[in-house]
Structures are given as structure tokens and as C-alpha cells.
Nanobody, 124 residues
Framework: QLQASGGGLVQPGGSLRLSCAAS????????IGWFRQAPGKEREGVSC????????YYADSVKGRFTISRDNAKSTVYLQMDSLKPEDTAVYYC???????????????????WGQGTLVTVSS
């Protein structure tokens, strides 16, 4: 089971840190992806952190502004979001996959577990 949290309302240029807490399985064995879905749009992959070597991957739209990290001891993955823009407004989901690592991380079907989503609203 995955539990995403940390969303909220923030002004443009502000920051938020999302958390994705895992329970019932060993987080170390899973790559974790973050996705987002804006109203009327498809769910899109934002970032991924590898289970094998900790490599990180980002969509072009967030590169340089978002940072993904993991703390396996706490069974938690974080998404630090800085310099937020109104177009970052979406429900953010975390997901875990065991067999594909971050290869093709934007493909939803690769993931075994999904969190429930947390809403991020960027508005003045």
C-alpha cells in the first residue's frame, strides 16, 4: 500500500514537498514513480527513482525544479517541488514497480501499486 501526502495550495514560485509512504512491502525492491493528472488531462509521468542504484529521472516540464529522493529506512519517497507554476496544478500520485525499474517509467501499466493521490494547487 502507498500513501501520498503533502499537497496543498501554494503561490506561484513557492515550494511543496510530497511524501509517498509504503507499507506492506519492502520499498527497497521497488522503483517509485510520481505521476500527476490535471483536470481533463491524462495522467503523466513526472519523475522516477531507481531501486537498483538510486538514479533519478524527470520529465522535461519539471527538470531543474523538482527533486525526487528516497529514504528506504523510513519506507518513504519524497518529491521536492520548487519554483512551482500554475501549470503544475494537478493531483499527484506515487506508484511502485518491481520489475522494470525506471525503464519506461511514464508507462502506467508497469506499476504494481498506486497511492491515492494528493492535490497540488498553484495559484495566487
Amino acid at each position: 500500500q502507498l500513501q501520498a501526502s503533502g499537497g496543498g495550495l501554494v503561490q506561484p514560485g513557492g515550494s511543496l514537498r510530497l511524501s509517498c509512504a509504503a507499507s506492506g512491502f519492502t520499498l527497497d525492491d521497488y522503483a517509485i514513480g510520481w505521476f500527476r493528472q490535471a483536470p481533463g488531462k491524462e495522467r503523466e509521468g513526472v519523475s522516477c527513482i531507481s531501486s537498483s542504484d538510486g538514479s533519478t529521472y524527470y520529465a522535461d516540464s519539471v527538470k531543474g525544479r523538482f527533486t525526487i529522493s528516497r529514504d528506504n529506512a523510513k519506507s518513504t519517497v519524497y518529491l521536492q517541488m520548487d519554483s512551482l507554476k500554475p501549470e503544475d496544478t494537478a493531483v499527484y500520485y506515487c506508484a511502485a514497480n518491481r520489475y522494470y525499474d525506471c525503464t519506461g517509467y511514464k508507462s502506467l501499466w508497469r506499476y504494481d501499486y498506486w497511492g491515492q493521490g494528493t492535490l497540488v494547487t498553484v495559484s495566487s
